[in-house]
């Protein structure tokens, strides 16, 4: 557990600040108790950091620690929403306190789409993705929750209503670790097991470590799981021509999606690789914006867009992502890395998407559960996503459905910061 010194920064939106966005007509004070009451009073940022045991590897890098950025935004009347942010959190922490945050005080807490354009506006001269994105997205999915809870309605039910009660989990786990190769598949192997064993009839490894090491990890995880649905995700690692080769060794394995396959930089290749392989492809954790996934979906090279909702631009434009995604006859699958707070808002994204192209027995959506060591995941909520045996139960609750252990999440705090109206 962690116990580093909690350090607070507290900031107040000046009264007649040039740079504050103000609100359209229809948002003024005028319109009512009932908008005053919802109006934004404070919103807070908690950077919250856990040292891990045993690190783990990808083929990028190695984690030591586990760290996030929770927002939290208050209403006039006292309701509050949680939101979380995938990526840099000391970036994300100085983005929302210094830019977004005074730009939305006293504003109506209710028009998620106005408040997204506002902050979008206020940023696109210069930040059209990227880190302020991602600050958004933290933002927006808190702003999801607190309409929730103040409609007392789930945010499944806010997208729309529900196709699906219960969402499969598919186990992401299966990381490397500093250890000889062999000895490495085999304990691979006995995590995807373990796995099985618990319920999961879904699971995702690693590749990309390098090309021999790969094809055996491939052929011994079919070996053991004869049966296991499984996908494979490099975190972009092979140029062209090593993803052709294991491509095909996954198509011949029978995975169900190879995921990040090249770099997000060449999207034009995306659809060089699938021309060669019959592994669908899956990508868009590192996409962000309608706008950045028409470029990529277009390419015809993508089977399955992955936007995380915790960085793509949040729940509001998760959800115009997957109409543009549905208009192209492409599923939205979205990646989850994170806390309760990403997880829940993926599991009402999934519960309120149609599979293209429909039909009676439609295959159920898929929800990435993340099952490395994360005690800001498992420790810190009082009401979690519920799950069983690799199955999700959609939360019914209002807003995202869990609730946040405020007393237990202060000693994982690094700093926190406030701004009020």
């Known amino acids: 557990m962690n116990t580093q010194h909690l350090s607070t920064a507290m900031f107040s939106a000046p009264a007649n600040s040039a740079d504050r966005v103000h609100a359209p007509a229809h948002q003024s004070s005028s319109s009512g108790d009932k908008q005053s009451a919802t109006r934004i009073v404070a919103i807070r940022t908690y950077h919250l950091r856990d040292h891990l045991e045993v690190p783990f590897g990808f083929s990028q890098w190695f984690y030591s620690t586990r760290n996030t950025l929770w927002v939290e935004i208050v209403a006039a009347d006292g309701t509050t929403g949680w939101g979380e942010c995938y990526g840099p959190s000391e970036v ?174 060449f999207e034009q290749q995306f659809r060089q690789l699938q021309d060669k392989v019959d592994v669908p492809i899956a990508t868009g954790e590192c996409e962000q914006t309608r706008y950045g996934f028409q470029r990529l979906l277009s390419t015809g090279g993508v089977q399955i867009a992955q936007p995380d909702l915790a960085y793509c631009g949040g729940p509001s434009e998760a959800l115009k992502i997957r109409n543009l995604a549905s208009s192209m006859g492409i599923n939205v699958v979205p990646h989850c890395w994170g806390t309760m707070l990403n997880l829940a808002a993926a599991t009402h994204f999934l519960a309120s998407g149609y599979r293209e192209p429909g039909r009676k027995e439609a295959a159920a959506p898929l929800l990435e559960y993340d099952r490395t060591e994360n005690a800001l995941r498992d420790e810190l909520f009082e009401i979690p996503v519920e799950i069983d045996k690799g199955i999700a139960k959609v939360p019914t609750g209002p807003g995202l459905g869990v609730k946040v252990n405020q007393d237990a999440m202060k000693s994982f705090v690094v700093s926190s910061t406030e701004v009020k109206a």
């Open 92 to 265: 994300y922490q100085a983005a929302i306190t210094n830019f977004y945050a005074p730009r939305l005080m006293n504003q109506n807490a209710m028009a998620t789409d106005v408040l997204w354009h506002t902050m979008w506006r206020a940023s696109l001269d210069f930040a059209r993705g990227g880190v302020m994105m991602g600050a958004m997205s933290g933002i927006d999915m808190a702003l999801w929750d607190l309409r929730g809870k103040i409609l007392g309605q789930s945010v499944s039910d806010l997208m729309g209503g529900r196709y699906f009660d219960e969402i499969p989990c598919y186990a992401t786990g299966m990381y490397f670790k500093e250890m000889p190769e062999e000895e490495l598949i085999a304990s691979i192997v006995d995590e995807a097991c373990r796995y099985e064993s618990q319920g999961f009839q879904a699971l995702k490894i690693k590749v990309g470590k390098n090309i021999a090491f790969d094809i055996r990890q491939i052929e011994a995880m079919r070996a053991a799981l004869p049966k296991m649905t499984m996908m494979a995700d490099s975190n972009h690692a092979y140029d062209l021509s090593e993803a052709i080769k294991i491509g095909r060794v996954l198509s011949e394995h029978d995975f169900a999606w190879f995921e990040e396959p090249l770099s997000p930089e």
